[in-house]
């Protein structure tokens, strides 16, 4: 087993859903956890489906939730956007890009495949320093609310199996084969070195 609480980085595209309510179950468990997007702005759901609200990564869920609550505060009331942001904002102050942060992780969950390309794509563009291994698997989690919940639990559960291995590196292959049966979901699995 670890020595040390697994350092965690859960991450979607934009930060706002799938990756925030893994943060926050991850949290409320004890792991040391953050998360991120990888997209090039925060897309969030806007009046149809070709009209998404778009924000740069600077501007805070306090921001986003005014300017929601601003143009269409039933709409947006409605379809849930306006409560994971209450949600985000008890976690963090706004969302972060996965490629701006220099900080290190034993792990690095990603909900979608395009994402865990993209984070694959940003850690073998960095120069190794320490050859620290870092594991990076993408469980695939749909973007709305009931999926980013059950995946969540997914996430939590995988982390919690992992953090209660003895050897993680060479248990890991292993692990995630009996973790896909058992959930029947599939992974992806890279390790990375820092």
């Known amino acids: 087993m670890p020595s040390h609480p697994l350092r965690v980085a859960v991450v ?7 990756s925030m309510e893994a943060h926050n179950i991850l949290s409320k468990r004890g792991f040391d956890v953050q998360s991120f997007g990888t997209g ?3 897309k969030l759901p806007g009046p149809a489906p070709d009209k998404p609200n778009v ?11 005014n300017d929601l609550v601003r143009k269409d505060k039933e709409l947006y009331t409605q379809n849930g956007i306006l409560h994971m942001l209450e949600r985000n904002k008890r976690i963090k102050q706004r969302p972060e890009r996965f490629q701006d942060c220099k900080e290190k992780f034993d792990l690095v969950i990603s909900c979608e495949e395009r994402v865990y390309d993209q984070v694959l794509e940003d850690l073998n563009s960095r120069e190794q320093e320490t050859f620290q291994p870092v594991h990076v698997i993408n469980v695939d989690i749909q973007d709305n609310h009931e999926e980013a919940t059950l995946g969540a639990f997914v996430i939590c559960e ?4 992992i953090q209660n291995t003895d050897d993680m590196e060479n248990e890991m292959d292993d692990l ?3 973790f896909e049966e058992k959930s029947n979901r599939s992974f992806l699995h890279t ?3 820092y």
């Open 12 to 18: 979607c595209s934009s930060n706002q859903n799938r």
């Open 40 to 42: 090039s702005h925060v």
């Open 55 to 65: 924000y740069d990564f600077k501007v805070t869920y306090e921001q986003m939730y």
């Open 158 to 161: 995988l982390c919690q199996c």
């Open 176 to 178: 995630l084969q009996e």
């Open 191 to 193: 390790v990375c070195f």
